[in-house]
């Protein structure tokens, strides 16, 4: 029997220093500890700071006349919803804030309660606030990180400027900012078919969505052939926008009192009044417009009179310097802080479109004097603001030469994507 179990025995032992050889046994531990080692554990995924694998999420759009204190009495919260929104500081969350059409989600815990925990309500695409419904209503406010993200686009206007922005899938407000920067140069009441634009800018980005325009850095705008440029520049501490000579885009006027909007009649000797009948000069240009839309002081200076009449309505006079005196007619209402002798300065509201006095509809009627004689505003040309300092010149030439050369030399497709640099 020995004979026969002493080989078994002596087979078992061996195995087991075999084991403990080859494999050994005593460093299992060791093992597991190296292998935790190479184990990463998986990131939660988070909304709004908040890990959303631990909630299930109701999206909804905030109704007209809802309130967000009606929306918690929905839910069966606990505790004094009522007291919480009466004692929360404006400036923590202004109820005034809920709009209709804005999303709130609703965080409800993953047990058998489902008891809601969060309240999130995005007030804009960066800003939001988190409500806390647990433990005791908390509100707290975050702001999402906006991405600048560089771009280059241009287009060619067939239409008009808003069409050509649509058609290339740009950002309207591109074309806002395109008028603020070239309102002195380029009549954007007048463009021509042909027109064209170039444009090195920010575009403005939250969770890969576009929320708006940044910085414009460089553009030039094609007009009737001719072509201007713009080139972003600080100085004194400010930025703004000079042409290739150092030359300030900004001029003592503005060219129009209005945006996009189109002439309806131009400075005249000779015209049939719509309202009157008769032939009478015209010592202005009408811009028609919708009733409401903001009009603006063409540059600084004082107002010398204002008030209403039957022929101009409700009108406003500035005079500029010794030379330049301008008149705005028809307005529905004036502009806020207004009176005789008040200073406005260039683009400040003074007025909003209206048909008062003699008009057969909204419209802005501008007049324009020079050393108190009528003047036609379209022909009027304005000397430009402070060019570039001495000083400056040469810093500003290194970076015009270098904005310059990349406008010029970028080459787009058709949708105005850039495929190369020469």
């Known amino acids: 029997?020995?004979?026969?179990?002493l080989p078994i025995a002596i087979l078992t032992v061996a195995s087991v220093f075999a084991v403990d050889y080859f494999i050994g046994v005593t460093d299992f531990t060791k093992i597991k500890v190296i292998k935790s080692e190479f184990v990463e554990e998986a990131k939660p995924l988070l909304e709004y700071g908040i890990s959303v694998d631990s909630f299930y999420i109701q999206e909804?759009?905030?109704k007209s006349g809802q309130t967000l204190g009606k929306i918690l009495f929905s839910l069966n919260v606990p505790g004094?919803?009522?007291?919480?929104?009466?004692?929360?500081?404006?400036?923590?969350?202004?109820?005034?804030?809920?709009?209709?059409?804005?999303?709130?989600?609703?965080?409800?815990?993953?047990?058998?309660l489902q008891t809601p925990a969060y309240l999130v309500y995005e007030f804009s695409p960066t800003e939001y606030y988190v409500f806390n419904l647990l433990d005791s209503f908390t509100v707290s406010t975050y702001k999402k990180e906006i991405v600048?993200?560089?771009?280059?686009?241009?287009?060619?206007?067939?239409?008009s400027l808003w069409v050509?922005?649509?058609e290339k899938g740009l950002n309207p407000v591109l074309a806002l900012d395109l008028s603020d920067i070239f309102a002195w140069s380029v009549d954007f009441f007048g463009l021509f078919k042909g027109d064209r634009f170039r444009v090195v800018y920010d575009e403005l980005h939250v969770d890969s969505t576009s929320v708006g325009i940044g910085t414009i850095y460089s553009a030039?705008?094609?007009?009737?052939g001719e072509r201007f440029y713009a080139f972003r520049f600080c100085q004194d501490s400010v930025y703004s926008y000079f042409d290739e000579k150092g030359n300030s885009l900004r001029k003592s006027f503005l060219k129009a009192p209005l945006r996009f909007s189109r002439i309806s009649s131009r400075f005249s000797g000779r015209r049939l009044h719509p309202v009157l009948k008769i032939y009478r000069p015209h010592t202005g240009v009408d811009y028609a417009a919708p009733a409401g839309t903001p009009v603006m002081a063409l540059g600084d200076g004082v107002i010398i009179d204002m008030g209403?009449?039957?022929?101009?309505?409700?009108?406003?006079?500035?005079r500029h310097n010794s030379v330049y005196t301008t008149g705005y007619n028809h307005f529905s209402r004036f502009g806020k802080g207004l009176a005789k002798g008040v200073r406005v300065k260039q683009g400040d509201i003074i007025g909003y479109v209206g048909s008062t006095g003699y008009a057969t509809g909204p419209h802005l009627d501008l007049r324009f004097w020079m050393n108190g004689h009528p003047v036609d505003p379209l022909k009027v040309k304005a000397p430009s603001v402070e060019p570039i300092k001495p000083e400056n010149i040469d810093a500003f030439k290194e970076l015009a030469s270098k904005y310059k050369n990349e406008l010029d030399n970028l080459q787009f497709t058709s949708g105005g994507a850039v495929i190369s640099q020469k």
């Open 1 to 5: 029997m020995i004979k026969k179990v």
């Open 164 to 166: 050509a922005m649509k």
């Open 308 to 318: 209403y009449n039957h022929a101009a309505g409700n009108y406003v006079k500035i």
């Open 148 to 159: 600048p993200v560089r771009k280059v686009a241009e287009a060619t206007i067939e239409q």
């Open 220 to 224: 030039w705008f094609e007009h009737r």
């Open 60 to 62: 909804n759009f905030i």
């Open 80 to 112: 004094n919803i009522a007291q919480f929104f009466q004692n929360l500081s404006p400036n923590v969350f202004d109820v005034r804030k809920v709009k209709s059409g804005a999303r709130y989600k609703i965080f409800y815990t993953k047990d058998t």
